[in-house]
Nanobody
Framework: QVQLVESGGGLVQSGGSLRLSCAASGRTFSSYTMGWFRQAPGKEREFVANIRGSLGWTSYADSVKGRFTISRDNAKSTVVLQMNSLKPEDTAVYYC?????????????????WGQGTQVTVSS
């Protein structure tokens, strides 16, 4: 069983930055694909970014490419989402997720473990 705990959300003005962290339990963290998803009110949960493999390959949604950066520290079992140039449309609850099979997946149904979510609000 893997437990994920997010932190770092909050309120920021448009153009600002936030850094989300996700702390994971589990002995095989380095083999998991770690992802970030977000869900805005009235919308489905959508893929934001993931990081996988021994070389830390990354994938991003087009809407955040060039603004967000995902990284991980396997020694500390943490994954970070650095969010820059934030826009009001980035407002959502952000969730950390883990895929125990280490795949490059964008669908939320392929992720096995989820955090409780952290609210990000970007004001215009």
């Amino acid at each position: 069983q893997v437990q994920l705990v997010e932190s770092g959300g909050g309120l920021v003005q448009s153009g600002g930055s936030l850094r989300l962290s996700c702390a994971a339990s589990g002995r095989t963290f380095s083999s998991y694909t770690m992802g970030w998803f977000r869900q805005a009110p009235g919308k489905e949960r959508e893929f934001v970014a993931n990081i996988r493999g021994s070389l830390g390959w990354t994938s991003y949604a087009d809407s955040v490419k060039g603004r967000f950066t995902i990284s991980r520290d396997n020694a500390k079992s943490t994954v970070v989402l650095q969010m820059n140039s934030l826009k009001p449309e980035d407002t959502a609850v952000y969730y950390c997720a883990a895929d125990q099979y280490g795949r490059n997946q964008y669908s939320r149904t392929q992720y096995d473990y989820w955090g409780q979510g952290t609210q990000v609000t970007v004001s215009s």
